[in-house]
């Protein structure tokens, strides 16, 4: 069963810090590659952090030793934890996870095409 409900989005100041969390039903946490977007207004969704089922992350530029992600596969949950937050960091937050025949090796992308399980996101306001 596909199951992906984010939680933990909210308002912030600049420099802030939230913790968002992705719970997922048993199915979709065996997919080998998860991962987190964001789509602000006008933009195209753009991916933030991924992660393998052993705990090997890829993390945008963008975002790169301010964000960190990980999951706690024995919960079923996803996590993005974001430090030192940025009004650009505004947006909506989705987790996805790759299909089962999904058959890459190494790090996980972070092109939304190779994504087929989504969430329904979680709102982030960062205010200056």
């Known amino acids: 069963q596909v199951h992906l409900v984010e939680s933990g989005g909210g308002s912030v100041q600049a420099a802030g810090s939230l913790k968002l969390s992705c719970a997922t039903s048993a199915y979709v946490n065996s997919m080998r590659c998860m991962a987190w977007f964001r789509q602000a207004p006008g933009k195209e969704r753009e991916g933030v952090a991924s992660?393998?089922?052993?705990?090997?992350?890829s993390i945008a530029d963008s975002v790169k030793g301010r964000f960190t992600i990980s999951r706690d596969n024995a919960k079923n949950t996803l996590y993005l934890q974001m430090n030192t937050l940025k009004p650009e960091d505004s947006a909506m937050y989705y987790c996805?996870?790759?299909?089962?025949?999904?058959?890459?090796?190494?790090?996980?992308?972070?092109?939304?095409?190779?994504?087929?399980?989504w969430g329904q996101g979680t709102q982030v306001t960062v205010s200056s």
């Open positions: 996805a996870a790759v299909p089962p025949y999904y058959s890459g090796s190494g790090f996980c992308p972070l092109e939304t095409y190779l994504y087929d399980y």
């Open positions: 992660i393998d089922s052993g705990g090997l992350t």
